[in-house]
């Protein structure tokens, strides 16, 4: 059975930083397309970040590119999401998920591709 869990999520102030993690069970991360995503209050849920599986390709929404880093964890089947000089825009849930099938590129556009979720952890930026 496949199973997201994400943590990491909190309250920080403008400029600060937050690590989510995001571990799997019943897949290997690397064998699947990792996506981070995030929806604020009233607002639908956007693409972040995606790594292609392997890791051989990333993709950054273009508001957090050079603040945000995605990374996989093969041997501990985690996925992360640096997240640097946070803005009180960044608040939102997060999300991870993994692509529909094994193998593929991604874009962090392409949420329709993700089909497996976890719950979300909540991030909170204030000024």
């Known amino acids: 059975q496949v199973q997201l869990v994400e943590s990491g999520g909190g309250s920080v102030q403008a400029g600060g930083s937050l690590r989510l993690s995001c571990v799997a069970s019943?897949?290997?991360?690397?064998?699947?397309?990792i996506g981070w995503f995030r929806q604020a209050p009233g607002k639908e849920r956007e693409g972040v970040s995606c790594i292609a599986w392997g890791g051989s390709k990333l993709d950054y929404e273009e508001s957090v590119r050079g603040r945000f880093t995605i990374s996989l964890d093969n041997a501990e089947k985690h996925a992360y999401l640096q997240m640097n000089t946070l803005r009180t825009e960044d608040t939102a849930i997060y999300y991870c998920?993994?692509?529909?099938?094994?193998?593929?590129?991604?874009?962090?556009?392409?949420?329709?591709?993700?089909?497996?979720w976890g719950q979300g952890t909540q991030v909170t930026v204030s000024s």
């Open positions: 998920a993994a692509h529909l099938r094994p193998r593929r590129l991604c874009a962090v556009g392409a949420t329709s591709e993700f089909a497996y």
């Open positions: 019943g897949f290997r991360v690397g064998d699947y397309a």
